[in-house]
């Protein structure tokens, strides 16, 4: 039997310089160890379907001082999964159109867009009371864009109608307030910040104009869960 | 005797390897003649094109320092030249590569190299680099004459259109940024070098600049590309960089002659790249309208040599003129990239003499002859066209490229245009003279030799520009076109997550429609009309102002967009007696700029005027607007 030797001292020095260095993730993360003791041992799994509404702003001013804020259907799903922090995937969808001031030579101008988002985050819960729980954590989002853009030039006899689709990849967090109004299901209050890189790109002309739309959305969303009978006990902050 | 039979044989074998080697050491086929005369005789580069010289007709390309440029050619049955590169280096290391496309490669190498160049394995052609010609030998008034001044005030504020000019030389231009430029100019000088770190002056020609010049008097918020050039090798390298750049628009005011005249060829298929990008490329149509004979060949009687006409005549007489003075002819035909199994030459006659012909210059392998001449004082000079080899009929086109110059006889403006002004979807432009409003004679015309309806459209010339006193020819006229494209894209609203724009396809249906008919011109001048954008309608009649009083703070009258035209303001009482006038004594009226005035509330003579209503008349060359005050 050997003891394991001591690091070299110059071998220690880097040790610690990169606890040093890493000292606020190492940090967060013995507080969220010392959390999740607090709060026991992985709540019981259980599948919990959300409604719900969600406000979105987008974060890239062109495109929210275009379209101004959009009102989402909301749809998330938390998964039956026994970790500490809850994942869930969520899904909404919005869809806007805006006259645009044509030229004078032109009789409309108008261009609309559509919006669908998957969202997949963790969610870690610390409940207050029998009724009130607090959530946070980060998410990562899968935006689809489809916008179409349509001039009418009567003079001319023309008429452009365009369109382009992309798909956006965002990352962000969440914060969120849960009550259990008992036989009346579960009210959820978040609010949602993620952030991305869309590539504005040149639909009709030369393609290698594009330019970086840097940007992304927050929403608030309130949702709404129906109360679980029969033993099964929907939300993780239950367990 | 055996001895003496093997001894015979060994010389003989000695014999022929060293005709062999001979031969090899001077099989210089693939050498243009011109270049197997500067493998021959020595270094007798001419740093500067001399016309006069048959060795340098269009020779631009050729060096000093003992260098000279060309263009390799792999051939019809060769792989890309890029693949030869290392082999070629390998044989040859004083190969300077310059830059590759298909099966050609621009290159540079000594004259005393010229005879290994030859020798070289897979090599077709060694000839000149293809140049293009300026179009500016003949003369910015135009940005009103075409409605740009009043269609500026409508572009969108966002992300600036991009044009792009692709020229032989921008001397002076870096010195006008910020001025007669816009501060957001890029430049790529590619003249001399298809890497990029060529001469951006092209030898001192202010041509490019005087073009940018006019397209920023005409969209003054976009942003300018400035890339020179000289070859057509050096055209593409410039032409990616304008795609790389994101350019919207490309504007073009060279012609060249490497293809038939129908659309087609080895220029058109380097500029398809740039439509395909979604590019609209605006080009000069050509200025050898009056310079220009186009037909199928024709030999009723069977002697080889062309009939310019019904009658038989089989030359083209040249009227007496300056004695003594240079010229240029160029002949094409409808047969590329390669016509070895049909050629025709030029032949220039004396009294009746052949002085010159393309047959000693060319090797037969393109549908291109270039010949130069100083023709000699007090005799008789005729031009004529043989058929060298093959037997079948192309559609010749012959140019004379003096400039000013025109063929005396047998004139066919029809079909005149130059490359790539022929490719159906590049917008061809024509030149009008500004200030008559005539068509320009020497503006080429259509259709062309595949039956396209062109040039679209006739735009101004003979304008001012800090560079050029004036700026004439088709030259100055497409950069007019290329402008007014640029305003249309940039008046088109956007949209947040795509840059939506009028498509290439689209912004000509505009130019089109709002082109303004030109009847009574000779046939084939336009299909379009005379380039214009939209009017915008005057802001509306009847508004109520508050009268000023005399000495106190003015009344700012603000026009919603300027004028078309140079307007006068004026102010008259209910009664129609003009109160104040813009140029009246006492200034009581004063312009501050195109759109805005400022209006004291007093009359000429400096009184107050009594309370009431005034009109303000805005009187411009074509309409107009009374407003009315209410105080």
Known sequence: MHASPLPPPSRAARVATRLRRRGPMLRAAVVALALAAAAGPPPAASAAIELGAARLEFAAPRIDGHYGPRYAPYLACDLPLRWHIQPRIALLYTRGRRDLQAPFYAAAAESGFDFAAATFGGSYRLRVSDRLSFGAGPHAALAWVRERWNLQAPDADLESDQHGTRVWVAAGAHLEAQVHAADWGTFRLGYERLWGTLERERISGNAAGAASLAGGWSLVRVAWSPSQTGGTRGGDDEG | MKVERLMAAVAGLLAAVAILAAAAASDLTTLEPWCRQLARHGPAVRSQPDPTAPLCVLDAGLLAAGQVRLLLDTGPRGGPAAEMRSAWQSDLPELIWE???????????????LDELARLPGLFHAGRPRTGLLLDDVVSAGVTEIGADAFVAHATDGDPIRIGIIDQGFAGAEALIGTELPAETRTAAFYGD??????????????????????????????????????????????????????????????????????????????????????????????????????????????????????????????????????????????????????YDIEIFEDGERVASTADLYSGRYAYRALAHARTVGRQLDIGVRRTTGAETAHLRLFRLDAGETFSEHRTPAGSLLLPADAPRV????????????????????????????????????????????FSGTSAAAPHAAGAAALLLASTPEAPFFDFRWRASELRGLLAAYAA???????????????????????????????????????????????????????????????????????????????????????????????????????????????????
């Open chain 2, 99 to 113: 830059a590759a496309s298909g099966h050609h490669a621009q290159v540079r190498v000594p004259v005393a190299a």
């Open chain 2, 194 to 343: 298809a890497g990029g770190a060529g001469d951006l002056s092209g030898g001192g020609t202010d041509h490019g600049t005087a073009c940018a010049e006019i397209i920023h008097d005409v969209a003054p918020g976009a942003r300018l590309y400035l890339a020179s050039m000289q070859t057509s090798l050096e055209l593409q390298a410039a032409m990616r960089w304008m795609i790389d750049s994101g350019v919207d628009v490309i504007s073009h005011s060279v012609g060249w002659f490497e293809g038939g005249g129908d659309g087609g060829g080895p220029l058109n298929e380097i500029v398809a790249e740039a439509l395909d990008a979604g590019l609209l490329w605006v080009n000069a149509a050509g200025n050898q309208a009056q310079a220009h004979w186009g037909g199928p060949f024709r030999d009723t009687d069977g002697d080889g040599r062309h009939e310019f006409d019904a009658a038989g005549d089989e030359t083209i007489t040249f009227d007496a003129g300056a004695g003594g003075r240079s010229f240029t002819l160029v002949l094409t035909w409808d047969r590329w990239p390669y016509s070895t199994d049909l050629g």
């Open chain 2, 427 to 470: 917008l061809a432009v024509g030149a009008y003279d500004v200030a008559s409003g005539e068509l320009e004679e020497f503006s080429a015309r259509g259709p062309t030799v595949a039956g396209d309806e062109k040039p679209e459209l006739i735009a101004p010339d003979r304008v001012a520009t800090a560079s050029r006193a004036s």
């Open chain 2, 517 to 631: 008919p030109a009847p009574g011109l000779d046939p084939g001048s336009t299909s379009w009309g005379r380039l214009r954008l939209p009017r915008a309608p005057l802001a509306p009649a009847g508004r109520r102002l508050p009268l000023p009083a005399c000495g106190q703070p003015p009344l700012t009258l603000r026009l919603r967009r300027p004028p078309p035209t140079p307007a006068a303001l004026e102010i008259y009482d209910l009664l129609g007696r003009r109160i104040a006038s813009e140029h009246g004594a006492g200034g009581a009226l004063v312009a501050l700029g195109a759109t805005e005035f400022l209006w004291k509330g007093c009359d000429s003579d400096g009184r107050p005027v009594a309370s009431g209503r005034y009109w303000v008349r805005l009187t411009t060359q074509a309409e107009a607007a009374p407003v009315l005050l209410l105080r």
